[in-house]
């Protein structure tokens, strides 16, 4: 008998939702078509993201009539000029080679160079630095070398540089354009002449290059300072820029921001008459509405491309950072109320401007009814009691603490602790005269 049988449980002992579940089977990739196991192997099951070969031309079966061969053939190529013969495996279509230029012979590609006549020459390019025997020479290796100034400065038989060689070279390339041209307006667009080669710039280009190529570790690691700390100073300095271009449009609406910074952030508007504001608090926050409006247009300037909206939503959260959620709700009620849409239709500069400056003046009249209340609420607590000063609280009871702990009475505790024959500051008791008179007896008569 089985153990599970006496303590009578069940002999599965997991339930059936809990019971192991099979493994999924991997998801096997089929092999594409056009391609043996062994290549979709090689490639570990991943098929390449761009096919070299076209999927129809692995299809694609050749005729049964047709019988294809490589043979070893030569060929000539257009892309030379000495006619030379070379050898290489062609595929031949029922013995028939294939005829036609070289397949490369395309890609050969030369560069057009200028030619010029002795008129022109004596005419427009002579040159007391450079012969005419130069002149030639330098074209004639510029046409074999496709202007490869290098190659052309290690191959010229007289000690010239390679910016010499160049500014040579394009020099009358551009002096043969205007002549060639019925009027130089006509050539002003064309690369030689409307970017001349620079001489100077280009040899200091070079030095710059050489110096970078030739710096150490730690002369890298100067410059990454160097670098940054530009990028703070100029990041500085656009911050001040952009505070000095929002000051001109704040200057004006100093006085409101006073005004809204001289009340307790918070629920300002529903005062209560029973709690008044103290003027000591009221003071003691400090204006920052200019600098948080300076920060957003900072950081606003930051972004360079930003919806104009956006932009609005970050100027009025910036102005109503000091009031409460009441004091906001008050505000777009207002604005409900003058007929003005919560966010302009037409979101333009100006409108935005014109619905800032509105906002702010109706935050700015709401602070001034809270300013009135709270003075109306002192001038009727001074008229209640005019010898209590404003904010005193009325109707205090004072309980000692030994009246709450069951102690002595501070009468009789006083007393105890006073000697006799000393005096008191508290006041004599009454006459005996103001005591009730006693009775008569009959043995007083």
């Known amino acids: 008998m089985d153990a599970k049988d ?60 047709e019988k294809i061969t490589w043979q070893w053939l030569p060929f000539t190529s257009s892309a030379r000029k000495d006619n030379l013969q070379l050898y290489h495996w062609v595929r031949v279509v029922n013995g028939a080679p294939p005829t036609g230029d070289y397949s490369f012979a395309k890609y050969n590609k030369s560069v057009d160079i200028v030619q010029y006549t002795d008129e022109e020459y004596e005419k427009h390019l002579t040159d007391p630095a450079w012969t005419k025997e130069e002149t030639d020479q330098l074209f004639s290796l510029c046409k074999q070398f496709d202007l490869r100034f290098i190659i052309i400065a290690d191959r010229f038989p007289t000690s010239r540089t390679v910016e010499e060689l160049k500014d040579r070279y394009y020099h ?30 280009e040899k200091e280009r070079k030095r710059a290059l050489s110096m970078v190529l030739s710096q150490t570790k730690l002369q890298e690691k100067k410059d990454v300072e160097v670098l940054s700390e530009a990028k703070k100073i100029t990041e500085s300095r656009l911050a001040a820029k952009v505070a000095e271009e929002v000051e001109l449009p704040v200057a004006s609406n100093v006085a409101t921001e006073n005004t809204e910074k001289t009340t307790i952030p918070g629920d300002i508007v529903s005062p209560s008459p029973s709690v008044p504001v103290p003027s000591a608090v009221v003071a003691a926050v400090p204006s920052t509405l200019a600098a948080d ?23 009025i959260q910036a102005a ?12 777009e009620q207002t604005l409900q109320e003058l007929g003005v849409n919560l966010k302009p239709r037409v979101p333009t500069k100006a409108v935005c401007a014109e619905h800032l400056e509105l906002r702010k003046e109706i935050l700015t009249l709401l602070n001034l009814q809270k300013q009135v209340q709270y003075k109306e609420t002192e001038n009727s607590s001074f008229r209640d009691n005019p010898y209590e000063a404003p904010g005193t609280p009325k109707d205090r009871m004072f309980v000692p603490d030994s009246m709450n702990f069951g102690g002595e009475r501070p009468g009789k505790r006083d007393q105890k602790r006073k000697g006799p024959g000393r005096g008191s500051e508290a006041p004599s008791s009454p006459a005996q005269s103001n005591k009730r008179p006693r009775k008569l007896k009959a043995s007083d008569l």
């Open 172 to 201: 009358v390339c551009r002096a043969l354009v205007v002549a060639r041209a019925p009027s130089p307006v006509d050539v002003s667009g064309h690369p030689v002449v409307k970017e001349p080669y620079n001489v100077s710039q």
């Open 320 to 331: 109503s950072a000091s009031a409460g959620l009441r004091t906001i709700k008050r505000v």
């Open 293 to 315: 409006n300076a920060a957003t247009v900072a950081s606003l300037r930051m972004l360079r491309v930003y919806l104009r909206t956006y932009a609005l939503d970050q100027m």
């Open 6 to 65: 006496i303590l009578g449980l069940p002999k599965n002992a997991l339930p059936a939702a809990q019971e192991k579940k099979s493994r999924p089977q991997k998801d096997s990739h089929r092999k594409p078509d056009g391609i043996s196991r062994e290549v979709y192997a090689l490639t570990g099951g991943v098929p390449p993201l761009m096919p070299s070969i076209d999927l129809s031309q692995l299809r694609k079966r050749p005729p049964a009539d």
